[in-house]
């Protein structure tokens, strides 16, 4: 087996002893504080200093989980991917995107020479940096929605990725002027409340947003919910493949075309 908790890192056994070392002192400073304070459980005797040294190990539990999203969050901003971020936790790369779903990914700019010598002079083939991209997932499947976060994400460029669990809250998200304008929207059509069908009717009436290109992901490969789609001006219909590997490279050769081929509108 070669997942990512199997994986020992040097020093183990001593960073675990001083990990322990330092919990323990940290929890017996935080129960006499308690104990003091009467903060802490009413009761006496040797109940009553246990269940402080709990709540002490509580606040310590909640502290550490907070502070390893934010570590994680600065790690994923400064270059590294949901495998780096699991070999760290010491857990699987699944379980670090479950564990921290939605980071928003970037490398350092890479540039990226422009390669069609014949059509361009020697001033425009200089290096192009690349820039982050915005996503907006519309989703109401957890588990899909995670593969396709994976997918995104695993990309050469930066990708920033919001999400919305059906039209209404897409709707919310597309017309907060806190949130920033998504450069393409991944819409699945079977949702509550508000469908991706109508969803996409709104979105392609509406002036503002209607240049946002829109891909429908979905599982459904009937013609009626293709035609329907793309009477609406959906961008491109995709079914969600069965198959793994195949669902993973359908969103993939998604991301290349729209955010790495294709010329989008620019947003001011």
């Given at each position: ?82 495998p780096d971020l699991g070999r760290a936790w010491g857990i699987t790369r699944q379980g670090a995107r479950r564990r921290w779903p939605g980071l928003v990914f970037a ?110 992901l979905t599982t459904s490969a009937t013609p009626d919910d293709v035609s329907a789609a793309y009477q609406r001006h959906a961008n491109a219909y995709v079914t969600k ?28």
């Amino acid at each position: 087996m070669h997942g990512t908790s199997s994986v020992v890192p040097p020093r183990h056994n001593e960073l675990v002893s001083l990990a322990e070392q330092a919990v323990e002192e940290l929890a017996g400073r935080l129960a006499a504080e308690a104990l003091r304070g009467r903060e802490g459980p009413a009761r006496d005797g040797d109940a009553g200093e246990a269940l402080a040294r709990l709540q002490a190990l509580s606040y310590i539990l909640n502290a550490a989980r907070n502070r390893a999203a934010q570590a994680a969050s600065a790690a994923a901003l400064g270059g590294a991917g949901y495998p780096d971020l699991g070999r760290a936790w010491g857990i699987t790369r699944q379980g670090a995107r479950r564990r921290w779903p939605g980071l928003v990914f970037a490398t350092p700019p890479q540039p990226r020479p422009i390669t069609d010598r014949n059509t361009r002079s020697t001033a425009v083939n200089a290096l192009v940096p690349q820039r982050a991209y915005h996503v907006l997932l519309v989703e109401d499947d957890p588990a899909d929605a995670l593969l396709i976060e994976e997918a995104l994400s695993e990309g050469g460029v930066a990708r920033a990725i919001g999400r919305a669990d059906d039209g209404i809250e897409a709707l919310e998200y597309l017309r907060d002027p806190e949130r920033p304008r998504p450069d393409l929207i991944v819409l699945d059509l079977n949702m509550p409340r508000m469908n991706g069908r109508e969803l996409l009717a709104v979105l392609k009436e509406d002036a503002d947003l209607c240049t946002i290109p829109v891909v429908v992901l979905t599982t459904s490969a009937t013609p009626d919910d293709v035609s329907a789609a793309y009477q609406r001006h959906a961008n491109a219909y995709v079914t969600k493949p069965v198959n793994l590997d195949d669902f993973l490279q359908s969103v993939r050769s998604i991301d290349q075309f729209f955010l790495e081929t294709a010329t989008i509108p620019v947003q001011e």
